[in-house]
Structure formats: C-alpha cells, structure tokens
C-alpha cells in the first residue's frame, strides 16, 4: 500500500469513533501492537528532542531499498501516535517518507485534541521520521 493508502485507511477506521474517549482508547491499543524496542536501542541518539514524554524512534534500510522503523514511548498515548505514524511509513520508499504529507493527523482531529507540549512532540516524531528518509535517500544517491 502506499503512503496515501494507508492515510486513507486510518481516516477511515477513525470516521467510525465519534467520542474522542473511544479514540484516545483506540490509540492507546495501537500502541500495544507495536514489536518490543530493544532496550539497548533507548539511547541519547535514538531519542526525540521536544517530546513531553521519552520517545525513541530508529530506522534502517532493508536490503529492497525501503526503510522499516522502530519506536517506543514511555507514556501510553504517545506511543499509540507513534504506532500511526510508523504504520504509515514502515517499510515505504525514503523518497516517499520524505515528500509525504501526514494529512491523517489533521483528518481524524489529532492534532486539535492533543495539549501543546504533545503537538510539539508529534511534530519532533515527524521530523525525524523525514530525517531518517532524507538521510537514506542521501546515502541512496552516493
């Protein structure tokens, strides 16, 4: 599926939650279905800047060109954000992740329902996740 597919898809399976006390619980579920981060990965370099709460993303590039992350969070719903985001680009082209537009964060109201320091740190999260792919894609062209 592509970027947009997926946006797509998550707006979708949002349309269906009207109360936002269903969302925050849907999204506190997806952060459950994230694989275990390796403690050894919780590093200082792993970690995102601007965050309220401690959020560790990595990424490498598989061997087909594409980028698969890992993330973890140590507060319940950032690390729901964070497994919507992953969802998103995981295993997607770096060119893709870096040109993309996270419209589902505006479509399904995170964004408007978040406190300020979160927001801030949702958009730390996209930084980073950009960062990553323009790094790969530097690498890619050398």
């Not at 949002?14 to 936002?20: A, H, T």
């Not at 370099?45 to 890992?70: T, Y």
Request: charged share 25%; glycine share 6%.
């Amino acid at each position: 599926m592509t970027i947009n597919e997926i946006q797509d898809e998550i707006i979708e399976e949002f349309s269906g939650l009207d109360d936002w006390m269903d969302r925050y619980a849907y999204i506190i579920d997806l952060g459950n279905t994230l694989p275990e981060y390796p403690e050894s990965g919780k590093t200082p370099s792993h970690l995102i800047e601007g965050c309220q709460s401690r959020v560790w993303i990595d990424a490498e590039k598989k061997e087909n060109g594409k980028i698969h992350f890992q993330a973890d969070s140590d507060a319940l719903i950032v690390k729901g954000i964070v497994a919507l985001l992953l969802r998103v680009v995981n295993d997607q082209k770096p060119s893709d992740i870096a040109s993309a537009d996270f419209y589902f964060i505006d479509k399904i109201g995170l964004s408007e329902h978040l406190s300020p320091t979160r927001s801030n740190g949702l958009v730390a999260m996209v930084k980073q996740i950009r960062n990553y792919a323009r790094a790969f894609e530097i690498l890619e062209h050398k």
